[in-house]
């Protein structure tokens, strides 16, 4: 285990588990969360020993969101000139580019949720691939309610996963959506009575992705965001070049063969990613 100041991480047959580990401070989100986030997420994206990532949370709430003590501290906001409002740009730019990893992380996340899913934290979970959630688990786009527009990926992704008017509801009102209503809506994939059973699942997921071609996962991946994003013409063009890069004859004939004697395909990792600056 892989012990942090806002996280704990384990990487188990082949499956990474990320724990937000802050209950006393409702797994807020201030400076250190933003850095050991980046970093676990930058280091699962290099190496090979996971195939899927679950995230789960302790205490009350998965998370309360931004920790607006953040701001008072080395964190300023400074509106008062046009270099201090360059700065916000800049400082919003990072921290959505710590969520996005998520999104682009080249193995699926998987989270698992449980009461609160507050402010940043809808940000954060809307960039997963799945969301599981226990029956007390709410989501509320917070930021209204504190005045302010919700800046790290919400208003963006949501729209993707739920009708429109319902993030239009949920955005200018901050009031809270429930689990059923989320399942109602296609943002949780499956509702369950405790915390416990809806971590269960979620590594039960992983555990079935992880036993996949680690490769074909990673394209099926590609090949989804891909197509969210373009036309259908663009997104099966975009497919026949994926498909074309990746295919293995070898992979399908143990995929086969381990689907008819009823065990386990064994694949290879992807590969340990080394940019030139590792090396330098």
Not at 101 to 125: F, Q, S
Not at 168 to 197: C, I, S, W
Not at 242 to 255: D, G, P, T, Y
Request: charged share 20%; proline share 3%.
């Amino acid at each position: 285990m892989t012990a942090m100041h806002c996280f704990s991480l384990t990487i188990e047959n082949h499956i990474a588990h990320l724990v937000l580990n802050r209950p006393q401070a409702l797994n807020t989100m201030g400076p250190r969360f933003w850095g050991e986030l980046d970093a676990v997420l930058t280091d699962l994206h290099k190496n090979k020993a996971a195939r899927a990532l679950v995230i789960s949370s302790t205490g009350k709430h998965f998370s309360a969101g931004m920790a607006l003590d953040a701001f008072a501290g080395s964190v300023q906001m400074d509106d008062q000139s046009p270099e201090g409002r360059a700065a916000i740009f800049d400082n919003l730019t990072a921290m959505q580019a710590t969520f996005t990893k998520l999104e682009t992380l080249r193995i699926p996340v998987i989270a698992a949720l449980h009461g609160g899913v507050i402010g940043g934290a809808v940000d954060m979970v809307t960039a997963c691939c799945i969301r599981y959630g226990s029956k007390d688990t709410f989501f509320c786009i917070q930021e209204i309610n504190i005045g302010m527009v919700a800046d790290v990926g919400t208003l963006q992704r949501l729209p993707k996963l739920v009708p429109l008017a319902v993030v239009k509801e949920l955005a200018y009102t901050g009031r809270r959506m429930g689990a059923d209503k989320a399942l109602g809506y296609g943002l949780l994939n499956e509702v369950f009575d405790t915390q416990e059973q809806t971590l269960e699942a979620a590594l039960q997921c992983a555990a079935e992705i992880a036993s996949k071609p680690p490769v074909a996962i990673w394209g099926t991946k590609q090949a989804v965001h891909y197509a969210r994003d373009h036309t259908v013409d663009e997104a099966l063009k975009q497919m026949g070049w994926l498909q074309s890069a990746i295919w293995s004859n070898r992979h399908v004939a143990e995929a086969v063969t381990a689907f008819q004697g009823k065990r386990t395909g064994k694949y290879p990792d992807l590969a340990e990613l080394k940019s030139f600056t590792d090396l330098a």
